[in-house]
């Protein structure tokens, strides 16, 4: 059975795979100089290999890929965007017995010699995801603009995950075996945000290290413009948190609501007291609306908790089953 990674005087003790994938989308003019700086050797791992998710390219992406020594290609029939890519690529890599999985983008943007960096808190046993934090503020070719919208998402990002994510964008990445088998991506845009808010909301131990970036070699596919990735990423934060905590989201639905319901009804009594209530009879109907929607909202939210609650069972039940596999298969490395 594999031996679980230990720091003994800075040396690993191990037997542990680490797999390198990377989604890639009509990527032929870029994959050649990225795969060619990825590492082969890593400290703290017996083996290394490289994947790549051919994201329905319509080039050469994947023969390329082929002709630069990639172990595995995994082919989407046609473009399904980034985050399909993503999860296809974690699912696949736990299917051929990673231990360690790291996810890069395919414009050689990051710095493949932190690879090892970034994955030293996965092998040691203290987190369970760790996102490449990039030098924000550094990064020439990040407009004013982006750079404040980047630091505002990754602080949006830290209070709804209840993590301390720096650079929430970041698709810089490493995870254990346990929290890839976990993830389950719901958008199609992209999986930076959700899957830290996913993470938080679970119990994950995430984390984050500062890496190097490289040069830019094209334009980014995923941001085409600034006004279209605020809103899809909105409703990206959006849309997870309601998921995992629809609670607090429809409480504060039947708060806001009730308290106008309120405001409307004391606006109507004063009126009343004064003599002039007959003029302001429209005060006590939007009150009445505002109350019973308050009142809706408070049941929705109960509703929608208890698929919550059923939604987490079933993820933790998909967790103890691939962790069952994992067992029967001789791959525990359970921390």
Known sequence: ?????????????????????????????????????LPRKVKGCSSVEWLIIDDGSIDRTAEVARECGVDHVVRLPQNAGLARGFSAGLEYAVSIGADVIVNTDADNQYNADDIEKIIVPILNCSADIVVGERPISAIEHFSFVKKILQKFGSFVTRKLSGTNVKDAPSGF??????????????????????????????????????????????????????????????????????????MRFFVFLALASLASGLGLGIRYLLYYIAGEGAGHIQSVILSALFVGA???????????????????????IQWKLSKLEDMIQGRDHSH
């Not at 191990?14 to 989604?23: A, G, R, W």
């Not at 190097?212 to 413009?225: A, F, H, M, Y």
């Open 1 to 37: 059975m594999p031996i679980l990674p230990l720091r003994r005087a800075g040396i690993f003790l191990f037997n542990m795979k680490l797999v390198i994938q990377i989604p890639c989308y009509n990527e032929e003019e870029n994959i050649a100089v990225t795969l060619a700086c």
């Open 173 to 246: 990445r490493a995870f254990s075996r346990s929290a890839a088998s976990r993830l389950n991506v719901f958008s199609e845009y992209t999986y930076t945000l959700e899957t830290i808010i996913q993470a938080g909301q679970n119990g994950m131990a995430i984390t984050s290290l500062p890496v190097r970036v490289n040069g830019e070699t094209r334009p980014s596919k995923l941001v085409k413009s600034i006004f279209q990735y605020v809103k899809r990423s909105a409703i990206t934060m959006g849309r997870i948190f309601l998921v995992y905590r629809p």
């Open 294 to 316: 308050s009142l809706l909202f408070l049941m929705i939210g109960i509703i929608a908790d208890l698929i919550s609650v059923n939604r987490r069972l079933m993820e933790k």
